[in-house]
């Protein structure tokens, strides 16, 4: 079965394998935006290439789970590792709009509080430091196994408000958010209680 | 050569053309995709010759004008204008171009006529980003009839002196200078003369955001972003931010057109 498969093959790869590779997005980027690669525009194309990775992160976090239910492929190790790669990206995608785009420190604010679409990505970006900041043993074990859930269930809202400020920001009626809007949704739906009583029942089957 | 439109102030002393590589590289043209970098991969399919005009509605000779007639009875002059999308970046296209009251008058604009709509080719077959309705194609634009005869409204057909690229709108485009760069509608293949306000594409996409005048104001900001600064294309990673100015900094020559007018309720 493909499941297995996946399973053998990633069970010799230590997370940290993903820490050490995941500045290599962000430096090529960054690299690219310094010599041209990223047209003549390269701030918002930076600022873009960074939010749209953090958010493509933040999906492939909440597919774990349900990859291990549905189709018993068990990724749950890299789960941590790819929680925190997303929340660097997404705070490396803040700084590029704060210190390149923006710019202007009372625009800053006056964007936060009047421009929607700003403010539903930084009610986001708040979510996530508390998950980021927990996001180690240490804290599981003083939280406990059961408030510790509790408080990372704060990653459904979040990825939701992620999607969202990524639809709000589009001109037009444009296809390519819609579609990860309707991705997250459909990943949320996942974990309604009765998809999750029923794929119990099969497992005890 | 008329050179620098109505330069003669200070604040176009500085004003540097965008390159070649700058203006024909970041282009919004959705009707080939919503990405900058579409226009200039896709716009080579479409054909462009032969190109015909429609110009009809309230004129005293409506028909079909061959680009090539228009061309042979337009005196095409240079003219460097500053371009400011409403997105908030902005660049200096040395355009080459005729007026477009030269055009109109080509055509015998009636007393009746108020207002001027503006149609963009539509051919799904070469513009793969009609694929999606991002707006109600094809693409539509309209200025009040006192706006498209000021002279330093344009018919654009080239830059940097050679024939305008088609991501930039060949074969004609018009070129608005005090207006957000959406009202300088591409590709040109009908002008109607109307005696009522004509639609235009994105205000019929959002009302709220995109309204029918949309000049350059750094006071009215759009509901999703501030209008008071732009960043001028080609600065790198590193580029400031500069002052928006109103009417895009044309306001001598044209304020007078809006005279009376509460533009933050006409934005």
Redo the contacts between chains.
Sequence with gaps: MIADRINAATRRVPSWTLYILSPLPALWWLWQGLTGGLGVEPIKALEHALGEFALQLLVVGLCITPLRRFAGVNLLRFRRAVGLIAFFYVLLHLLVWLVLDVQIPAQIWADIVKRPYITVGMAGFALLIPLALTSNNLSVRRLGGLRWRQLHRLTYAAVLLGALHFVMLAKGFQIEPLAYLIAVLGLLALRLPALETMSRRRLRG | LMGIAGGARAAEGDLEPNSW??IT??NNY?EFG?G??DPARYAERLTIAPWTVRIDGLVDRPGDYAFEDILSKMTLEERLYRFRCV?A?SMVVPWTGFELADLLELAGVQSSAKYVGFETVLNRDEMPGTA????DWPYVEGLRLDEAMHPLTIMATGIYGKDIPKQNGAPLRLVVPWKYGFKSIKSVVRITLTDSEPPTSWNK?NAREYGFYSNVNPEV?H????Q??E?R??G??????QDTLPFNGYGDEVAGLYAGMDLSTYF
Excluded at chain 2, 132 to 135: A, Q
Aim: aromatic share 20%; net charge positive; glycine share 6%.
């Design positions: 590589e700058e590289s970041y959705y919503t900058k970098d997105e970046w999606y309705r991002v707006l996409a900001s509901p999703r972003w501030s008071a600064t960043r294309i080609g790198g990673l590193f580029a400031a931010r």
